[in-house]
């Protein structure tokens, strides 16, 4: 199984900058898609950002042009590199991984445990 550990959460004023990580490990044939999501309190889980195995980032139009996502295929890590924070980015940021045991396995989605992020002055 692929486990997922995250880390780089924490208190920021508005306008700040936070970059959070997220280190895939374990026993797993192949990485796809990686990403990240959030929750804020009495919110829905929505997607924020991800990647393909192959690298290609994809966003929210909520974090366009202030987010940026990338991974180091070698780390099997997600880093996720937050700009110009407002406090509707306020949430659990949750990562997560598709992966899969053999070339012929299905995909199966991993979830990290959450990183608090709060931007606040």
């Known amino acids: 199984q692929v486990q997922l550990v995250e880390s780089g959460g924490g208190l920021v004023q508005p306008g700040g900058s936070l970059r959070l990580s997220c280190a895939a490990s374990?026993?797993?044939?192949?990485?796809?898609?990686m990403g990240w999501y959030r929750q804020a309190p009495g919110k829905e889980r929505d997607r924020v950002a991800f990647?393909?195995?192959?690298?290609?980032?994809n966003y929210d139009d909520s974090v366009k042009g202030r987010f940026t996502i990338s991974r180091d295929n070698a780390k099997n890590t997600v880093y996720l590199q937050m700009q110009s924070l407002k406090p509707e980015d306020t949430a659990v940021y949750y990562c997560?991984?598709?992966?899969?045991?053999?070339?012929?396995?299905?995909?199966?989605?991993?979830w990290g445990q959450g990183t608090q992020v709060t931007v606040s002055s």
């Open positions: 997560y991984a598709q992966s899969k045991s053999a070339y012929y396995a299905s995909w199966v989605t991993r």
């Open positions: 374990g026993r797993f044939f192949s990485i796809g898609n």
């Open positions: 990647t393909t195995g192959g690298g290609d980032p």
